[in-house]
């Protein structure tokens, strides 16, 4: 199921499924979170035992958040609160600091 679905190429080279779903088990490899879903915490739990008993590798999926509105302006303290779930970053601080610093 995972080859039927469509793709799209980000100006750095990278592609990103169309579609994200928290469902790993029938082959997406795109995990969507965000803080009022609550789930945040657990998924980061059940991906690290993926990644620990080896079925998937962490540059293979794509996990995405939401950043609810009132939350735009938060103070860098409350950005960087929610990298605590992240065991591996593969750059992604970099796009924080980028963030931060351009004030998205």
């Given amino acids: 199921m995972a080859d039927e679905i469509r793709f799209f190429e980000l100006n ?3 592609k990103i499924p169309s579609i994200g779903l928290g469902t790993y088990a029938i082959g ?3 995990i969507d979170c965000a ?3 609550g789930n945040e915490k657990e998924i980061g739990f059940a991906l690290k035992e993926l990644f620990d ?3 998937v590798k962490r540059e293979d999926l794509w996990i995405t958040s939401k950043l609810w509105d009132i939350h735009h302006w938060a103070p860098k ?3 960087v ?3 605590e779930f992240v065991h591996e970053t593969y750059g992604a601080y970099r796009t924080l600091e980028e963030f931060w610093d351009g004030e998205i």
């Fill in 53 to 55: 008993d080896g079925v």
């Fill in 28 to 30: 997406y490899r795109h």
């Fill in 77 to 79: 303290e409350k950005i």
């Fill in 12 to 14: 750095t080279g990278a």
């Fill in 81 to 83: 609160k929610g990298s």
């Fill in 35 to 37: 803080p009022i879903y």
